[in-house]
């Protein structure tokens, strides 16, 4: 007789297959022994399958998921949340009753559903056929297992139209990875007019509250909170980019959750093009989120045989609040999304960089830029970048985009010296480019005006004097890639500033034919990702951060090809603190690029001393974005002591656990971040003060994820501790006890180090 029960084990991303008695008497959902980063001891990952009930059951580190197939063969979304007990067993999924002038299939909360049947909640497909026929029902037809992969397929209940959907569950962090594929098995075209990824399904109850993140050039990452009531919220881009006004990624907690403590489920689209989070609670008050390209103008046609592969959708749960939430996502795009460059314990650290943009902008050229890298290489830079102007004729933003050979006049001998230049000083060379855009002004438009995107005969809208590319074309990805692959090949180039600084108008393809036009909201990406992709293979030393006016194309998208990106162009070291803590909810600290710029900073005018500039950066990847020809002999040795500083503590920044204690959110006057070191030695405090009032001193500080029983020693390496503050201390103490740091006046910051100093 068949085993009945299928039951996968993943272990270091292998999956054994077992048959189900042995696996479930031999303990298969023993703890592992092996302690988890965040500070668990967790059970290892499994993916489970009862074939005579028909539910899916996957596990890993605090999550459990699980779905079946009901009796109409729909697939249902039975749990999501808490990580269940090995023994607990689901009976068969079994559709909802019908419910006033809702029927079954629109309240029953299923994983993927088509536009068709009595839906009137969010689908997740609808498809046109040739013959005007509309209507699509989706059942379940097979599954697979692939390593740490669940496939299920299904089908329209009547035409071969195919939806494979595709679950990947992390050890680590049971974030769940999930997309679909959409196959015309049909002997006609048929258009495709919405695709989502799938829908999350919560728990049913109310008292949820959403979370999301807005912004603007500028003023990128404000966290919303917004309570879910009856209706609808749609988050979304149409823009060609994924933000910054908004971002594609969620979070929803249960009852007020706090940042310690609560269940929070959150997501995020990995996609950098037109995006869709519809966020909906529906007529029996349950919530579900439905996310994937962006439906408005979409319309992807597949001929026989043709496939739509739609964006990864990621989701996971914390029991332990938002902070929780957060740092699953970092340690997820730590471990398992950013490129790893051949080292198996995880990205490359991120070097400290100097960029010239705010120092000379566009006026780049061979001594300027020497005599900035040795100041630069002096304070302990270990990258010099040179960004916007080095290429063709470009002397403002008027022209020469799409023209990426080196300006004669700025640089006669092209860029070797500059680059021997850099290399003797021992710093790695970064290049601006952005690919994807041209001037009016320029050869390449003069040559192709017909590569951009636009609507033949209609006016052509320009943003900062400039006109899209489109990518999706053949002949505009080869040149995209020829040039940048041109490049590296000719020139000892070990970073890319990818920007991107506009966003989609009148995004016709007319090349493309009236029937594939809109193709483009996808190709137009693929073909980003693809160049990235090649390039990589081809040149793997080559690291790049993507940039699009500031933070306009951060998500996990671009973070599969890119190390790291630009936050904001607003470097103002104050504002960068909201800007970076609502970063931080989605997003590791590891890519969070950060500068030290002069004071006051063009953004507001401020004044803040160059020491809580370099604080307010030490908290993400730092980087220099000074005019250094302006620096004091006092500016550069503080630089050089704090450069010297943040290179001891990077690792606890960039790969740590990131504890938000105080947030500067609604009009708080402090902020205050943590981190602490994956194997626990070390921890990294950051503290800021906007202003005191009436005689308050500033908040105590009690740290978070120290162990209880060690002993740590605390030194401040900036601002002061309180004169009775023990030089050392157990975990219990500094967590319970807390102490005080003499923070008082105006923009004010202090920085402290913990070194675990017993076992
Ligand atoms: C964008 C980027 C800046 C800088 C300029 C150059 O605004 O965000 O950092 O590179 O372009 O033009």
């Not at 609808?126 to 509309?134: F, L, T």
Request: glycine share 8%.
């Amino acid at each position: 007789m068949q085993n009945p029960i299928e039951v996968f084990a993943i272990r270091s991303r292998r999956i054994t297959r077992f048959a189900a008695g042995v696996v479930l008497g031999a303990g298969l959902f023993c703890a592992s022994g092996s302690p988890s980063f965040l500070g668990a001891q967790t059970a290892p990952a499994s993916i489970n399958f009862d074939q005579v009930t028909m539910v899916f059951r996957l596990d890993a580190s605090g999550t459990t998921y699980v779905m079946g197939v009901n009796e109409h063969g729909a697939l249902q979304t039975l749990y999501w949340g808490k990580r269940l007990a090995a023994h607990d067993r689901f009976a068969a999924a079994k559709s909802e009753p019908n419910y006033a002038l809702d029927v079954s299939e629109t309240i029953t909360l299923q994983e993927y559903t088509g536009w068709g049947g009595a839906l009137y909640v969010e689908p997740d497909l609808k498809i046109s056929y040739p013959d005007g026929n509309r209507d699509l029902v989706l059942k379940y037809v097979s599954n697979t297992f692939d390593g740490d992969t669940l496939h299920i397929v299904m089908k329209d209940i009547d035409r071969d139209v195919f939806v494979t959907l595709e679950y990947k569950i992390d050890e680590g962090t049971g974030i769940l990875r999930r997309s679909s594929t959409i196959e015309n098995r049909t002997r006609a075209p048929l258009v495709v007019e919405q695709a989502m990824s799938g829908t999350w399904n919560l728990p049913r109850a109310t008292d949820y509250r959403l979370r999301y993140l807005s912004g603007r050039w500028a003023g990128e990452d404000n966290i919303n909170e917004l309570p879910l009531q009856p209706g609808k919220t749609v988050l979304e881009s149409r823009r060609g980019t994924s933000g910054p006004q908004k971002n594609p990624w969620f979070a929803i907690d249960h009852k007020g959750a706090t940042e310690e403590s609560g269940d929070v489920w959150f997501g995020a689209l990995g996609w950098s093009s037109s995006w869709q989070l519809s966020v909906e609670q529906d007529s029996a008050q349950q919530v579900r989120v439905t996310g994937g390209f962006n439906s408005f103008d979409f319309g992807y046609r597949l001929k026989p045989g043709e496939r739509l592969v739609t964006p990864p959708f990621y989701g996971g749960y914390s029991a332990k609040g938002m902070g929780e939430a957060s740092r699953l996502m970092h340690r997820f795009q730590v471990d398992a999304l950013l490129p790893h460059l051949g080292d198996s314990t995880g990205p490359k650290l991120r070097p400290v960089l100097y960029n010239s943009w705010e120092a000379t902008e566009f006026r780049v050229e061979e001594p300027g830029q020497m005599a900035l890298a040795e100041k630069a290489a002096s304070i302990g830079v270990e990258r010099f970048v040179m960004d916007d102007g080095w290429f063709g004729q470009r002397k403002d933003d008027h022209a020469g985009l799409g023209d990426w050979y080196v300006n004669k006049q700025k640089f006669p001998n092209g860029l070797k010296p500059l680059i021997d230049k850099v290399h003797s000083l021992n710093m790695s060379f970064g290049l601006w480019v952005e690919p994807e855009m041209v001037n009016p002004d320029s050869d390449l438009y003069r040559r192709h005006p017909d590569w951009v995107l636009n609507f033949p005969g209609r006016p052509r809208s320009e943003g900062r004097n400039q006109l899209v590319l489109n990518l999706a074309r053949p002949d505009v990805r080869a040149y995209v890639f020829g040039f940048l692959d041109k490049l590296l090949s000719e020139n000892d180039i070990a970073f890319f500033k990818w920007d991107y600084n506009r966003h989609w108008t009148e995004p016709g393809w007319d090349a493309a034919g009236p029937e594939n036009e809109k193709k483009v909201y996808v190709e137009f990406i693929r073909n980003y990702y693809s160049v990235m992709e090649e390039l990589r293979k081809k040149h793997p030393q080559v690291e790049i951060e993507s940039c699009s006016s500031g933070g306009g194309r951060v998500d996990m998208g671009v973070m599969q090809y890119t190390d790291e990106v630009w936050t904001s162009d607003n470097t103002d070291a104050f504002d960068r603190l909201t800007i970076q803590n609502g970063f931080s909810y989605a997003y590791a600290p590891a890519v969070m690029m950060a500068w030290v710029t002069d004071s006051p900073t063009w953004v507001n005018y401020r004044n803040l001393s160059l020491e809580y500039r370099f604080l307010s950066s030490m908290q993400g990847s730092l980087g220099i974005g000074a005019n250094l020809n302006k620096w004091t002999p006092e500016d550069f040795s503080k630089a050089k002591a704090m450069v010297a500083q943040y290179k001891k503590i990077r690792e606890t920044v960039q790969r740590g656990s990131l504890y938000r204690i105080l947030k500067p959110e609604n009009g708080s006057e402090q902020s205050l971040t943590e981190s602490v070191s994956r194997d626990g030695k070390q921890a990294a405090v950051f503290a800021f003060l906007h202003s005191s009032r009436e005689l308050y001193p500033f908040p105590r500080i009690y740290l978070q994820g120290l162990d209880d029983n060690a002993m740590y020693s605390l030194t401040a390496f900036a601002g002061k501790l309180a004169p009775d503050t023990p030089s050392s201390a157990s975990g219990s103490y500094w967590m319970h006890h807390g102490f005080d740091t003499e923070l008082r006046g105006d923009f004010q910051a202090a920085g402290f180090t913990l070194e675990r100093t017993t076992p």
